[in-house]
């Protein structure tokens, strides 16, 4: 591939909904541009940019995939991304390697919910949008009836550059507004001079001396307009609409003029970088594959990333050696000899280097990117499949949270079980599916086990004497303790208030160990025992046969004993959830969190027709929320969660509850 200035290079991120054409539309440009002879289909599974095996059985993009390819001269580093809500990481990743926005809308069902949660990313982060309605070909296409629903959903700022000739099978081509010299077919040339007049007026809104050009009644050149045009764009206050049937190819060499045209290269950023800087790039995004190995895709932000050349892992203060640096298109790799400043290229075998990494020469500062990745909000305990993935699964697991940071991997110290969390259950099953196709590991996903813990809720008093004679040395502990119930949240407490030496003071650490351990098996489930006091009042011993052990033996029965006469309690996990939902959804949710053992805390506004829920509500109760809010919102709906504390269950729940954690056990002692 040539070698391209920084002006001369268009990052671009096609965004939207699920379903509305964004990879078509990158595979017509790719063949547009000649870098292929046919265009692909989805469900054929022949894209460029859906090439893992996971998207291919789904007929659905799960990752980004970035194609770079040449359009008049310029570099078009293009990335597809998921319009899938489980896979919403890939998105805010990619974003951070773009300079634009391609907002993807399909023509016959106008704006849906992925595309409104798109474009606010965007508008969050000021990141020029143009939008591209898609499938003008298809049935209920409608010019109006679109341009209506960008206008109801982002304001008048969406203008459209061309109007399209005849829609449905009518749809032939599109008329190019910035081009006077373009064809009109006959009957729409008033409609054409005032979509022309409109765009002018959005061109001198974002330039004040256009703007006392066309107050003042003068022409305004159509070079002055694309500049007045390409100002509003970076402000926000104008959206380029374009038209378009990307497997017909209409409109796509059109979309391609508008992205060389219209949109930002990287020299044009406030904090552009230079060439001939000192380097700094930032990993946006990275893949593990267990034949090539690592690959780690960067956006240059100053100086030059050459390939053969030593580096210095900025984040990890380590240095790292380069190959080969490419550009890919898809799983395709081209390689080349240096990517300047603003452009996006890829790294194989970077040992240390992570997304979000800065990658650099030694000496530069990390650089500072955004990157507010949605919190994980579905989770499942994972489980090797067989003897043979038991040594593989937590190297491979790692591997697999390192190349999709959206993925959370814990253990739970109260059950032991090692948690994998995602943003849904395609997400987890995607990653799973992963696993066996790279590392050749199996593993399973199952309900994770509810931490519940156990207390007390009244004073006991216990006794306990072991007491074993054999024909040598026996064994003798005799303890009498006091069992307190503590504050939620204080933990465990020990303390001897033995006088007169009826327990010997070498004799206390092992009855306080024989009732530690006993913490960990409590008498309703075997679950953890917490705020607690235990106190050793009194007791007796043997001068031949008394041991320490005698006496750990003795004070974890005594332990058992109160637990029973203290009013044992199971205690269950109690979290804060922040629901956001749209405002005609907030009665039926409001409904079901109730439903849920839910207590709604308080309600906001949060963003325009959005609705903040604050509601407690028992971890057991929302295993699979996720799955739930998405149906009953249309996936409008988000929600985060935090542990606040540990409650009392509900009487009637406690059998159930035991039940339920016994069988999950049993499930997994039938694995070893």
């Known amino acids: ?113 992925g595309t409104q949660q798109m474009w606010q990313m965007a508008s969050s982060q000021g990141i020029p949008r143009m939008i591209f309605v898609s499938k003008m070909d298809r049935e209920n296409a409608s010019f109006s009836r679109v341009m209506s629903s960008l206008a109801d959903s982002f304001g008048r700022e969406c203008v459209p550059v061309q109007l399209p000739v005849g829609s449905e099978a009518d749809f032939t081509a599109v008329i190019n507004l910035l081009d006077p010299s373009s064809d009109v077919p006959t009957g729409l040339g ?83 970088g230079e060439p001939d800087e000192p380097l700094s790039a930032y990993v946006f995004k990275t893949t593990a594959d267990p034949y090539v190995g690592k690959l780690s895709y960067f956006r240059v932000n100053t100086g030059t990333f050459s390939s053969d050349s030593q580096i210095w892992n900025v984040s990890a203060d380590e240095s790292e050696r380069v190959g080969q640096t490419y550009v890919t298109r898809g799983k395709e790799q081209e390689p080349v000899a240096s990517l300047v400043a603003g452009d996006i290229g890829a790294v194989p075998k970077l040992d240390s280097a992570l997304t979000g990494h800065t990658l650099g020469d030694k000496g530069v500062d990390p650089i500072e990117v955004s990157i507010n990745l949605p919190n994980p909000i579905y989770t499942r305990a994972v489980y090797p499949k067989s003897k043979a993935d038991v040594d593989k699964m937590s190297t491979s697991l790692a591997r697999i949270t390192e190349e999709d940071p959206s993925l959370d991997l814990k253990r739970e110290p109260d059950t032991l079980e090692m948690l994998l969390s995602g943003l849904g259950d395609t997400h987890l099953e995607v990653s799973v599916e992963k696993m066996k196709r790279k590392f050749g590991v199996e593993i399973d996903l199952e309900t994770p086990r509810i931490p519940y813990r156990e207390t007390i809720t009244t004073n006991a008093a216990a006794e306990f004497k072991h007491k074993k004679q054999s024909g040598g ?101 109690i979290m804060n959830i922040n629901v956001i939902v749209p405002d005609d959804y907030t009665g039926d949710i409001i409904g079901d969190l109730n439903s849920r053992r839910g207590r709604i805390q308080g309600m906001a506004p949060s963003s325009e027709g959005f609705t903040s829920i604050e509601v407690e509500v028992p971890y057991q109760e929302i295993l699979d929320y996720a799955t739930i809010l998405r149906s009953v919102t249309q996936g409008l709906g988000t929600f985060d969660t935090e542990f606040a504390r540990y409650e009392e269950t509900p009487q009637h729940m406690v059998e159930s509850a035991v039940s339920a954690n016994n069988e999950l056990i049993e499930r997994q002692n039938s694995r070893a």
């Not at 991120?13 to 595979?27: C, D, M, N, Y």
């Not at 017509?28 to 894209?47: F, H, K, Q, W």
């Not at 092992?510 to 953890?528: A, D, H, Y």
């Open 473 to 573: 040395h026996g064994q003798y502990g005799h303890v009498v303790i006091q069992l307190e119930p503590l504050r939620k949240g204080k933990g465990f407490e020990f303390e001897s208030k033995v006088v007169g030496g009826s327990v010997p003071r070498e004799y206390i650490p092992s009855v306080e160990k024989g009732i530690r351990e006993s913490l960990g098996n409590g008498t309703i489930g075997g679950f953890p025992v917490t705020d607690l006091k235990a106190i050793l009042v009194d007791g007796s011993f043997h001068a031949v046969d008394s041991s320490g052990v005698s006496f750990e033996i003795a004070a974890s029965q005594a332990f058992s004993t109160g637990m029973d006469k203290a009013g044992a309690v199971l205690l269950e996990p």
């Open 190 to 272: 008033d409609e054409v001079e005032d979509a022309r007049e409109r765009l002018i007026e959005a061109a001198a809104e974002s330039d004040d001396e256009l703007e006392e050009k066309y107050l003042e009644g003068e022409e305004i050149t159509q070079e002055e307009l694309i500049r007045g045009l390409r100002a509003g764009l970076r402000s926000g206050d104008f959206v380029p609409v374009l038209f378009g049937a990307s497997q017909m190819s209409i409109g796509i060499a059109e979309i391609l003029d508008g992205i060389v045209d219209l949109l930002p290269a990287p020299s044009e950023s406030e904090d552009a």
């Open 1 to 113: 591939m040539d070698k391209y200035n920084s002006d001369q290079i268009r990052n671009c991120v096609i965004v939207s909904h699920s379903g509305t054409g964004k990879t078509i539309l990158a595979e017509s440009m790719l063949y547009t541009a000649g870098l292929i002879t046919r265009i692909g289909a989805v469900e054929d599974g022949n894209t460029v940019s859906d090439f893992e095996e996971e998207e291919i059985k789904r007929s659905n993009s799960v990752q980004a995939s970035l194609m770079a390819f040449d359009w008049r001269g310029t570099k078009i580093n293009l990335i597809d991304t998921p319009g899938f809500a489980d896979f919403r990481g890939e998105v805010v990743s990619a974003l951070t390697a773009a300079d634009s926005v391609v907002l993807v809308v399909a023509a016959p069902s106008g704006v849906e919910v």
